[in-house]
């Protein structure tokens, strides 16, 4: 095998490619003049690289999220005498989100406020309203709410719950608020459009222990109801795709900040 990967008459250790030298015609070199195989295709710096499985073909990420796979073989040798990548992929760093459509009036279905001196001799009373509304939103099964936020001064909770597949141009969201006592004092339906929100940065790159997959870490700011935090996406390596999961850790304001110094954040994948 070292006959194979250096010859042991230099002195400055020299690459030997016994399969591709009547395609490699004139080494590449290195400084100090070490000769190397180049594979070249990233326009971004280089963030992770590693292999298949830890042992099938070479993958390398770059900071804008490219994939690029690596074959090392005569096919993939290009007419300069370099490595040309098998395939390509890429992450976009940015998360799916949903904001309000303006000029999109909301349709009230409950509200604690006191109610119109007019009105009130033919509405029900507040009790009985609450009551009705709260009832409602247990036949809709809302399920899991996509945001939640406390108003600090109030202590309000604002619960949003989204639309299983939202319409480009905006589908009804529940908006329903409560008091600290658990108790119903807004239900409205907003409509709300998806939308893209850019990462800040990305974190860090890992691969799992086996090398099947890579664990992106990204970094994501506030918006809206939501909290900066971070995301952590699945990336198989061998189906060349996102695994449906993720998680996301909520960051305080001042977290935020120190994540988005470039040394601040690392983690790893046991």
């Known amino acids: 095998l070292e006959d194979l990967l250096l010859?042991?008459?230099s002195?400055?250790?020299?690459?030997?490619?016994?399969?591709?030298?009547?395609?490699?015609?004139?080494?590449?070199?290195?400084?100090?003049?070490?000769?190397?195989?180049?594979?070249?295709?990233h326009k971004n710096p280089l963030v992770h690289i590693g292999f298949v499985?830890?042992?099938?073909?070479?993958?390398?990420?770059?900071?804008?999220?490219?994939?690029?796979f690596w074959r090392y073989s005569r096919d993939a040798i290009s007419n300069y005498e370099w490595f040309e990548p098998e395939s390509k992929q890429r992450i976009v760093f940015a998360e799916r989100i949903f904001e309000p459509v303006p000029n999109k009036e909301p349709k009230i279905?409950?509200?604690?406020?006191?109610?119109?001196?007019?009105k009130r001799k033919t509405m029900p009373s507040t009790p009985e309203r609450r009551n009705r509304a709260d009832n409602y939103i247990d036949e809709q099964e809302l399920g899991k709410p996509w945001a939640v936020s406390?108003?600090?001064?109030?202590?309000?909770?604002t619960y949003i719950y989204k639309v299983k597949d939202p319409a480009p141009t905006g589908s009804p969201f529940s908006i329903i608020k409560r008091n600290k006592n658990n108790d119903l004092i807004y239900f409205s339906k907003e409509f709300y459009r998806p939308a893209k929100l850019a990462a800040t940065k990305l974190l860090h790159v890992r691969a799992t222990p086996d090398g099947s997959k890579l664990v992106f870490g990204l970094l994501i700011p506030a918006n809206?109801?939501?909290?900066?935090?971070i995301t952590f996406l699945l990336y198989d390596l061998v189906?060349?795709?996102?695994?449906?999961?993720?998680?996301?850790?909520?960051?305080?304001?001042?977290?935020?900040?120190?994540?988005?110094?470039?040394t601040m954040v690392n983690f790893d994948v046991t």
């Open 7 to 9: 010859d042991p008459t």
């Open 11 to 41: 002195q400055t250790g020299r690459t030997i490619r016994p399969i591709f030298d009547d395609v490699i015609n004139e080494p590449n070199f290195l400084g100090e003049d070490l000769e190397a195989e180049l594979f070249r295709a």
């Open 53 to 68: 499985n830890n042992l099938g073909p070479m993958v390398s990420v770059d900071d804008k999220g490219y994939i690029f």
């Open 109 to 118: 279905l409950f509200s604690a406020k006191p109610i119109d001196k007019k």
């Open 150 to 157: 406390v108003d600090p001064k109030t202590s309000v909770t």
């Open 224 to 229: 809206g109801p939501r909290k900066a935090h």
């Open 239 to 262: 189906e060349k795709d996102l695994e449906d999961w993720r998680i996301d850790l909520d960051l305080s304001a001042a977290e935020y900040q120190e994540a988005e110094k470039p």
